[in-house]
């Protein structure tokens, strides 16, 4: 079972102030997806990554792909209260049965 | 375009009874993958249907769970004589076909939350 591990767990920042949270394995990713969630709602997809060292940007958001293919952060800038929520990183099993799920980072931003 | 559909939003059962929970995945998605997840924490894997079949079921409690994908009408996670640890959220997703990793993203409901008292 692929362990993932993200980090912060919890952070609580102002609006305009940038972050970055992370999502490491032990084994190499096959590829690494990152998701949000709000509250009493499911998980959005926000970017899959596939190749070691790829930079991905999303208006605010920036995600990187270690080029190991071993970690992976997201980078939000300028945060605004709509950023707020649990953001996931999850990697597919290599014979695509079945997705892990990091233990999420939620993030509160407070206007 | 209605996405994945679950229901019911919220399900409070005694202990010892049976959870039902219903997910219609998006048109068009043949596969349907079942998660659990508690109160701060990330999804955990519970099984992975296909229409008809079972195809990885290896997060799924031995006892108790049950899920299945009928040629027609939603999937179904069964959970028989709930107890208070069953309490959480179920979310299903669904993809449209054999996913490669890249193509095929999982689109979840906005879940069924159990409550055992």
């Known amino acids: 079972t692929q362990l993932l591990e993200q980090s912060p767990q919890f952070l609580s920042i102002q609006e305009g102030e940038n972050l970055t949270v992370y999502c490491n394995s032990s084994?190499?990713?096959?590829?690494l997806q990152w998701y949000r969630q709000e509250p009493g709602e499911g998980p959005v997809l926000l970017v899959t990554v596939v190749t070691g060292g790829e930079v991905k940007k999303l208006k605010r958001l920036t995600f990187q792909f270690g080029d190991a293919r071993k970690d992976s952060s997201l980078h939000i800038t300028a945060a605004q209260p709509g950023d707020t929520g649990l953001y996931l990183c999850a990697e597919a099993g290599y014979n695509f049965n079945k997705f892990y799920f990091g233990s999420g980072t939620k993030l509160n931003v407070k206007p | 375009n209605a996405g994945v559909m679950q229901n019911p939003r919220h399900l409070v059962r005694r202990r010892g009874q049976e959870a039902r929970l219903r997910c219609s995945p998006m048109k068009g998605h043949s596969h349907v993958y079942w998660y659990r997840q508690l109160p701060e924490e990330g999804l955990k894997f519970m099984v992975y249907l296909q229409k008809e079949n079972i195809i990885d079921e290896s997060g799924m409690p031995k006892e108790r769970f049950s899920a299945e994908f009928p040629k027609e009408g939603p999937s179904i996670l069964r959970i028989q004589q709930v107890v208070r640890g069953d309490s959480a959220a179920y979310f299903c997703?669904?993809?449209?076909?054999?996913?490669?990793?890249?193509?095929?993203?999982?689109?979840f409901g906005n879940g069924t939350r159990l409550t055992v008292t």
């Open positions: 997703a669904s993809s449209p076909r054999w996913r490669d990793g890249v193509n095929s993203p999982l689109h």
């Open positions: 084994s190499v990713f096959s590829s």
